[in-house]
């Protein structure tokens, strides 16, 4: 008999050709049985849980391919500048922040946006005089540029006399006197002398992150760290079964030696906590006009943006990162930062010889016509953000103009090609709710309403396609897809039930399903508190 039953709704495994079911059986944490009604109803005895779905739609559980776990659960805490729409809401949020914690407490997080208010970049003049006893180093929304306060920038050192980094840039003043905001490799100046944080705010940030995500169905995510420091919060977590979703930690690439000799030591941990991803970086961002182009930006000619890392080393980390049986990940979002890297791991494979790799490019958002066809031949898994084509959608084109536009956020395209999709929401970047992805990329609607009928509609992809780039693409990308990503007998019983039939929705109402049930390995984590099952 199953421990769990769910009947009379609409299971969408997931699986290609499979169709649809009526119900599904759950055995020791994973799939016992998937069918009718009438086939499960077999398999339900005295202690069986029951869940009635009353037409409800079940999928596999959400993976979230790209995300940045614990810095969301701080944010969660921290200063919110996602929506603020004017300089003055801006100040005005960082002023009322500042007043409920103590002075010299160091305020981060933010993630700014400042298309929203015209484009003009902050500077530390708007919140200096409310913030006089805080420093402040609150970053875009992108994680490519952040403002500094007087305060922080003073403990940084930064002045006049201070020298853009290889990498990075420091936004000045017309007298020279840096304005406030650094970008790329030049927040690190900053971030170098922001105290650490404790194990205890950590393993904190943890809980928070998880509660939120397996309130949205993500029953697994990919971490994207810029240190070590992440894996060791969720081996704790998972040490004292305290994980409550699956997670895979990537680390830097920087530290593909210290990797390479973990995994010899310890293996690449199993189905809850698992390693062995490497993560660097081509370029920066669009927002912040530092992703690498071929030609220079329509709006910023000065410059075709940034390689943040140097290229020489990148190449040899990649390479031998690969030969050592690593997982890379590399983060591209220029067409010339996408072709470069195209061109790198074509070399890697051929030097490295043939494996299961899986190499993927993060983001792969503004793509050259040749670049679409090489991920698919090449075996590259193109990780991408649906929601990041809502938002940008508002103001890409005085960035890059028409015809480069045509080839951003290449969804359809990328599938036509035979290119593996694995979605995520690049969290805190954007919003971690898979259904705001979902709908961004079966309507790509942009946030302001300018594109009811979608921004580059020809690259708009079916909600079944969109569905399995957050659920077996993104199984796929993290070594998972033959353990979760779709409902199929013996995988692990990692489900969510959605709030209606999501297929039986108008498009323009996607966005408006929301998560009723999750479970993981069997396990419900989530209940709705109202209009749950």
Do not use: C
């Not at 390693?275 to 669009?286: H, R, T, Y």
């Amino acid at each position: 008999m199953a421990d769990l039953v769910l009947r009379d709704g609409v299971i969408w495994t997931g699986v290609a050709g499979a169709g649809v079911a009526q119900a599904v059986a759950v055995s020791a944490g994973r799939i016992a049985a998937v069918g009718s009604n009438a086939d499960i109803d077999a398999l339900v005895g005295s202690a069986t849980e029951l869940i009635s779905l009353n037409g409800r739609v079940v999928t596999p559980g959400f993976i979230d391919a790209h995300t940045h776990f614990i810095a969301g659960g701080f944010q969660l805490s921290s200063v919110d500048l996602r929506d603020a729409n004017s300089p003055e809401e801006f100040a005005r949020r960082i002023a009322a922040f500042a007043q409920t914690v103590a002075p010299g407490t160091w305020i981060t997080g933010g993630d700014w946006d400042h298309e929203m208010w015209g484009g003009e970049l902050p500077t530390r003049e708007w919140i200096d005089s409310v913030t006089a006893e805080n420093p402040v180093f609150v970053q875009r929304l992108d994680g490519h540029m952040a403002l500094g306060n007087s305060l922080a920038l003073a403990a940084a050192g930064v002045t006049a006399a201070t020298m853009d980094p290889p990498g990075g840039a420091v936004a000045r003043t017309e007298a020279g006197e840096p304005a406030g905001v650094l970008k790329d490799e030049a927040m690190n100046l900053v971030y170098a002398v922001i105290p650490a944080s404790s194990e205890d705010e950590l393993d904190r940030a943890l809980a928070a992150a998880a509660a939120h995500a397996l309130s949205l169905g993500v029953t697994q995510i990919h971490d994207m760290a810029y240190s070590w420091t992440n894996l060791e919060t969720y081996q704790r977590a998972h040490a004292a079964d305290r994980l409550p979703l699956r997670i895979y930690s990537v680390v830097p690439m920087v530290t593909w030696q210290r990797m390479r000799d973990y995994v010899k030591e310890h293996g690449r941990g199993d189905d809850r906590l698992w390693w062995g991803g490497l993560k660097a970086f081509v370029d920066g961002s669009l927002g912040s006009t530092t992703a690498w182009f071929h030609t220079p930006y329509d709006d910023e000619p000065e410059t075709a943006g940034l390689m943040t890392t140097d290229t020489t080393e990148l190449r040899s980390w990649i390479e031998a990162g690969d030969a050592a049986g690593l997982h890379v990940i590399v983060h591209a979002i220029g067409d010339r930062a996408n072709d470069w890297l195209l061109d790198v791991f074509d070399g890697a494979a051929r030097a490295n010889g043939d494996r299961d790799r899986r190499f993927r490019i993060e983001h792969a958002q503004h793509l050259s016509v040749g670049a679409i066809d090489r991920f698919a031949r090449q075996g590259v898994i193109a990780s991408m953000q649906p929601f990041h084509a809502a938002d940008d959608g508002r103001w890409a084109e005085k960035r890059i103009g028409a015809e480069r536009i045509k080839t951003t956020y290449a969804f359809r395209s990328l599938l036509d090609a035979g290119a593996t999709l694995a979605f995520g929401s690049d969290w805190t970047v954007a919003p971690l709710d898979p259904m705001r992805g979902i709908d961004a990329a079966v309507t790509r609607r942009t946030l302001d309403g300018a594109n009811p009928d979608g921004w580059m509609p020809q690259e708009r992809i079916s909600l079944e396609e969109t569905l399995t780039a957050y659920t077996s693409g993104a199984a796929r990308a993290g070594f998972m897809d033959d353990r979760v990503g779709t409902v199929e007998v013996g995988k692990l019983a990692d489900l969510v039930v959605l709030s209606g039939n999501v297929f039986d929705m108008d498009v323009e109402e996607l966005g408006s399903a929301h998560v009723d049930v999750t479970l993981v390995e069997g396990e419900v984590v989530y209940r709705r508190p109202v209009g749950g099952e």
